[in-house]
Structures are given as structure tokens and as C-alpha cells.
């Protein structure tokens, strides 16, 4: 079984990542499609996971006011504890380091509960408290 993870660089690629951000989040999570979508997809870095060539995950990165947001991680449920989240976070972190327009900025997220163990074993840490967003509990965290 092999991993790839790539920048999606077409339309074809990017609704693939949509299929995925639709099945994760709308239909298992129960988020409303109206907040699953936003003004940010044309502005944002996507990303999708591969697994032997089938579409199994997907992230995107972006620049906002406080520094860099990585978000949108979904990994469809039969592939999560393989190492695709792992592979999405290591891939996205590389890009956001080859940008020069992202030297010295912030990098943070909004990690559901039950991600917080994969961003800390990249370094992110939590910052505040817990709090929800679209009726699911989060943590910001923050890249030390």
C-alpha cells in the first residue's frame, strides 16, 4: 500500500477533495454545508492524499490575519489510522516552510478533539480552552 500526498493543481483534483470534505464533514459530522464551504477555498493551498491512486484525504493551508491557518484535514473513516492525517500534516507544513512569504508567521488550526494527539506530534501546542465550532469541540493549538 502506498501514500502520496500532492498540491492539487486542477478542477478535477479539487472536487475529489470536495467528495471527501463532503463525506467527512457533512455527512459523518453532521456540519451544514453552508459553513463546511467559504469565501477562503480560491485563496487557500489544497492538498489531497492518495492511497494507491484512490482520493482518501485532503487539508488546505491559508494566510489570515494572525499568521497561517492550516484546516479542512479529513481523512475518509476507513483509512484514518493509516498514516494519511500524518502524511497530509507533513506535506503541508513542507509547502507553508517553501513559501517565503510564511517565514516568521504563526501556524495554527482548530484540532477537534480527537486530532489533537496527531498535530502534537508535529510540535503544535493547545492554547486556551476547549470551544466549539460548527457543534463539534476544538482546541486552537499553536506551532511552538
Partial sequence: ?????EKISNESTFEQAVQIREQVFVIEQ?????????????????????????PVGTARWRFT???????????????RGKGVG?????????????NSKAERKVKYLHAQLDAVPL???FGFE???????????????????
Fill in 86 to 98: 500524518q502524511g497530509l500534516v507533513q506535506a503541508v507544513l513542507k509547502d507553508i516552510q517553501s
Fill in 1 to 5: 500500500m502506498s501514500l502520496q500526498v
Fill in 126 to 144: 493547545k492554547i486556551g480552552d476547549r470551544f466549539e465550532e460548527c457543534n463539534i469541540q476544538h482546541f486552537k493549538m499553536q506551532l511552538a
Fill in 30 to 54: 453532521k456540519v451544514n454545508k453552508a459553513n463546511e464551504y467559504d469565501q477562503y477555498e480560491g485563496v487557500s493551498t489544497h492538498f489531497i492524499a492518495k492511497w494507491d491512486g484512490a
Fill in 65 to 79: 490575519e494572525q499568521g497561517i491557518k492550516l484546516e479542512r484535514f479529513a481523512v475518509l473513516k476507513e483509512f
Fill in 119 to 121: 498535530y502534537e506530534k
